[in-house]
């Protein structure tokens, strides 16, 4: 096993249980965070953790800063390298490449899968100078907010507005990532440049029927939450199959009051909907709501949408997929160009700067599982490559 790999075990060792699930501000995160920090330092970075709970690896050179990163938070019982390898990876190509002349930040974000809160991206967001104090209010499903989970970890919701990093002193982000999909490995590639991030939108749905005894209500006058529910996600996935290159997820459900000898008599459940093109998404959207508008009349049930979460399509600056895919050639691998269905912190990013992405191959393209799983070898070859672009690394062309 390489340094690398054994550091990525012994993260992924830290968790709040319930296999690998670190959560935004959890005990594990803080403990993850200190890690990270101490193989920063060791990397012979200034490292901090700021008022959001981002750990700050810089390399003190003064001037415009090209910044490196991913998250270290992750979806319950998650798989060891989704944001984890990003991280680790760009400490120890920043440690290998040496004296850049450049300023470089290395930012371990804590929220980017957005779990334990409605709203997602918060520490890219914060970085990005694009995040909503709304977000603070926000509560987890025990009822905490995140500025009290936030000041549980030592973090200081006062101090959010001055992470925002100065556009005119940001050089780009570039963040190295698993595919998380199968293209890759069906390719035979161990890494690929990303052309941009398909657009999301979250929202949380809520129907509501007649809860009543399970025994005596006939079934003629039953106004049962949970099989309207049921055909509102069967809709869901028909719009997803008749909209182009559209996904949409029906991951999380809750069933009030949940006994099995009651009615249901409220459902909520989440909505993930994706689509390279916004206006696509959007329209898958809209095509969603009106079956749920025609079903809840039929059921004789009352629903509530609200949007939890939006991140438009993210373009990779065509500048820096020229770099990435130069420092992928300098080792004989052809230069593929691909993009990324998953959500990722360059999305928040984005508004702040250039962003650009390096995908590595990861087994099967599964993710968001145990089964997770990246080669020694595809992870090594992530390093090099990146320590290539950060050797060769010039400022946006300006006749771009
Ligand atoms: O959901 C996503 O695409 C990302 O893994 N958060
Ligand atoms: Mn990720
Ligand atoms: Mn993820």
Redo the contacts with the bound molecule.
Sequence with gaps: MTELMNRLAALAQITDGDGLTRLFLSPAHQRAAALVQTWMQQAGLTAHIDAIGNVVGRNGVPGPKLILGSHIDT?RNAGWY??NYGVLAAIEAIRRAGNLPYGVEVIAFGD???VRFPK?LSGSRAVAGIFDPVALASQDSAGITMSQALKTFGGDPDGIPAIARDPAKTLAYVELHIE?GPVLEAKNLPAGIVTAIAG?SRYQVTVTGAAGHAGTVPMSMRRDALTAAAEFCLAVEATARAHPETVATVGAVTVKPGAPNSIPGQVIFSI?L?APEDATRRAAAAAIEAAFSRLAAVRGVTYAITQTHEAPATACAPWLQFQLATAVETHNIPAFHLPS????DAMALAALCPVGMLFIRCAGGI??TPEESITAEDAEMGVRILVSFLQNFAPEPKNV
């Design positions: 979806v989704d944001g980017e899968e957005g997602t998380q999301a993930d994706r269905g998953a959500g990722h993710s968001h």
